[in-house]
């Protein structure tokens, strides 16, 4: 496996479902990001990880909730999401944190029912 | 709260023709990326352009960033199919933040 990846790469959850999405990088970077993509929004970031802590978190709500257990993999766990959380769920990584090219992957498509 | 608006929103243009994106905003930026998206896919770096008036070129497109830095265009010549895709800025400063895209159509 080359670059980032995303698991699952759709999702289908019921609002009182838990599920989690998983994101692995294979460059040797050491910051990693989630950003939310919905239809009519611009691109948003979630969190940023640098060296497996948390550097920022915009006002995200309590039910999206991260997880880095070391530099290469990123998770975020879901529970209790609302219709409006549907959004395709971007991970990137970078060298260092706020500097120099994000690489993303491919995303996983999440539908909240 | 800064904003990137980048126009127009969608365009549909026939294999061959030249066209002209923008990026604009009132804010400053350290730095300005592109982004291209396609189908199925995450966004990919097209380049980041950091001096006032900085223009760049990657083969038939050509980036320039405005001289006090709050606004950017690319130009693509004889756009191919193969330039379909979601365009995206993305202005950087302490935050990084982006615009809603351009969603660019090129008919064969």
């Known amino acids: 496996e080359t670059g980032v990846t995303q698991t699952p790469r759709h999702l289908v959850m019921g609002m009182t479902n838990k599920k989690s999405l998983k994101c692995e990088q294979h460059?040797?970077?050491?910051?990693m990001y989630w950003y939310k993509q919905s239809a009519k929004k611009p691109l948003e970031l979630m969190f940023v990880?640098?060296?497996?802590?948390?550097?920022e978190n915009n006002s995200v709500p309590s039910r999206f909730s991260p997880e880095c257990p070391n530099s290469s993999h990123l998770f975020l766990h879901l529970h209790t999401l609302q219709p409006e959380d549907s959004a395709l769920y971007l991970c990137?990584?970078?060298?260092?944190?706020?500097?120099?090219?994000?690489?993303f992957g491919p995303g996983t498509r999440l539908t909240v029912t | 709260t800064q904003l990137l608006e980048q126009s127009p929103q969608f365009l549909s243009i026939q294999e061959g023709e030249n066209l002209t994106v923008y990026c604009n905003s009132s804010?400053?930026?350290?730095?300005l990326q592109w982004y291209r998206q396609e189908p199925g896919e995450g966004p990919v770096l097209l380049v980041t352009?950091?001096?006032?008036?900085e223009v760049k070129k990657l083969k038939r497109l050509t980036f320039q960033f405005g001289d006090a830095r709050k606004d950017s265009s690319l130009h693509i010549t004889a756009a191919q199919p193969g330039d379909t895709g979601l365009y995206l800025c993305?202005?950087?400063?302490?935050?990084?933040?982006f615009g809603k895209g351009t969603r660019l159509h090129i008919l064969p």
């Open positions: 990880y640098s060296l497996e802590e948390r550097v």
């Open positions: 993305a202005g950087r400063d302490d935050k990084i933040i």
């Open positions: 352009v950091v001096t006032g008036g």
């Open positions: 990137a990584s970078s060298l260092l944190a706020g500097v120099g090219e994000q690489y």
């Open positions: 804010s400053v930026f350290s730095s």
């Open positions: 460059l040797g970077h050491n910051a």
